[in-house]
């Protein structure tokens, strides 16, 4: 059961351009997530964000930025695109808590960058 | 910082075999553990988690348990089946306060028919 939504599936672009993905959950959880894994299958996180609280992974490059309309929706901006964002990008969700609590992603986005 | 370490990047095996993919974990405390499933074009799903020393965590014939003085928290399945290839991360809930999930590199599993 798909409760996570990614959109767009596949983006190809250029060095530098502008991107930005979708991310939805239907869940009503409060904490949302952007994941990035790379090409060997690591997955590496880059923001959460709850209750507009936002915490950075330190290593993201400041051309990433999320942006968030309400508690379901966490969207993931490129400002200027490099090669090495290349990658799958997933979004997940999950409820606040002690730090037990499952993540539920959605399907992820790929990101081509020519 | 915390961390998590899975020591084979890939497994294969033909039906009815017995898996065990190790993982063990650097963080302090108790730390929650977790194992999730990737299935190809897919996110990652949660399989199971465990949150303190001796507890199993059990999920659709797989299991682990919790080893606070081995650090580990090993995943095995008793007879695998060809549907069970996919990529399978080990994880644990970080102790910086914003409990995010830190991942171990993943175990890419291929089950032969």
């Known amino acids: 059961e798909t409760a996570v939504f990614q959109t767009p599936n596949y983006h190809v672009t250029q060095v530098g351009n502008e991107v930005s993905f979708n991310c939805k959950q239907t869940l009503g959880h409060d904490t949302m997530y952007w994941y990035k894994q790379d090409s060997k299958k690591l997955l590496k996180i880059m923001f959460s964000?709850?209750?507009?609280?936002?915490?950075v992974n330190e290593t993201v490059p400041r051309r990433f930025s999320p942006q968030s309309s309400d508690k379901a929706h966490l969207n993931l901006r490129i400002k200027s695109v490099e090669p090495e964002d290349s990658a799958v990008y997933l979004c997940a969700s999950s409820y606040p808590g002690q730090g037990n609590e499952r993540l539920f992603f959605g399907h992820g986005t790929k990101l081509s960058v020519l | 910082g915390d961390s998590v370490t899975q020591t084979e990047g890939q497994v294969a095996l033909s039906e009815e075999d017995f898996l065990t993919i190790h993982c063990n974990y650097s963080?302090?405390?108790?730390?929650?553990l977790f194992w999730y499933v990737q299935y190809p074009g897919e996110g990652p799903q949660f399989l199971f988690r465990?949150?303190?020393?001796?507890e199993k965590g059990s999920s659709r014939g797989f299991e682990a348990t919790y080893n606070k003085e081995a650090t580990s928290f090993h995943l095995q399945k008793a007879s695998v089946q060809e549907s069970d290839s996919a990529v399978y991360y080990c994880?644990?809930?970080?102790?910086?306060?914003?409990?995010?999930?830190?991942f171990g590199s993943g175990t890419q599993l291929t089950v032969m028919p």
């Open positions: 964000y709850n209750n507009k609280q936002l915490i």
């Open positions: 994880a644990l809930s970080a102790s910086s306060g914003s409990w995010q999930l830190i």
């Open positions: 465990a949150s303190r020393d001796k």
């Open positions: 963080a302090s405390g108790y730390p929650a």
